[in-house]
């Protein structure tokens, strides 16, 4: 009885620690919106996004639901929206859906206005599809500002090509730590065997869809990331954003008090035999 009772206390401790420092996860949800919505300076729970499109003042960062058919960019879409699957990258398998992503809507060409007065939404949505390339620096950037510091962070990039659209220098997502140190991962890095940031499995080109797998801000030498711009050489969206932290140090604390009673309890309830 003795080993029994010390065993499940043990247990529990355990689940405890794991609790504490198992910290949490969390997707950005953003299926809640519907196709065209406009997206900046938007409070999404834990994150604000905001755009900059190299090539208008607007800068709207606008859901698109890749499910849809008919739209204005075919490129970016995938299964149930006429076609089996992605036609290349890591989430190129048939029923592959991904659901809403996000853009940098193109406003001065083809731009089709709004659904109401208030602007709340576009009526037709389409990426800015300006490519890197002379003195053009790209489509422009998808910045998420997150209300707390995060561990990590891991997305989904659909329809980047890579002739033309990225090198080291555009077409690349930067993860920063309180505004002050800052780390930049190339596209290009991705698929370059040299690269520490290498994934086989990646495959960029037209109508791709890739996940892109989290980095933590250990491996990347940050302490924590507070935003993470990812910037878009031309055509191309952004989704599935993922992010990880740590729990609270009074989360941390009160998981340690627990422990601690459970141990004195079993040491109550259980004194060793001199």
Partial sequence: MIHKTATALTGAALLVTASASAGWSQEIDLNQ??????LNGMDLGMVTVDGNNFHN??????????????????DLQGPNAGNGSWARGNLSKAGDVLGNILILQEVDR???????????????????????GGTNPGAGEITFDFNRGVQSFGFTLVDVEENGEFNN?????????????????????????NSIYYDPSIQFGD???????????????????KSATINLGGSGGVGEVNVKGVPSPTAALAGAA???VLLTRRNRRNPVDA
């Fill in 169 to 193: 220098e555009t077409g690349h997502f930067a993860l920063f730590s309180d505004g002050s140190n800052s780390v930049k991962v190339a596209f290009a890095d991705l698929i370059d065997s």
């Fill in 33 to 38: 919106y519907a196709h065209g919505t406009i």
């Fill in 258 to 260: 627990l422990i601690g």
């Fill in 207 to 225: 109508n791709s869809a890739n996940r892109i797998e989290a980095l933590t801000a250990a491996e990347l030498g940050l302490k924590e990331i």
């Fill in 110 to 132: 083809r731009f089709a206005g709004y659904t109401d007065a208030s602007q709340t939404a576009v009526n037709r949505p389409d990426d800015e599809g300006r490519r890197r």
């Fill in 57 to 74: 003042r607007y800068d709207h960062v606008v859901v698109f639901d890749t499910t849809q058919r008919g739209t204005r960019d075919p």
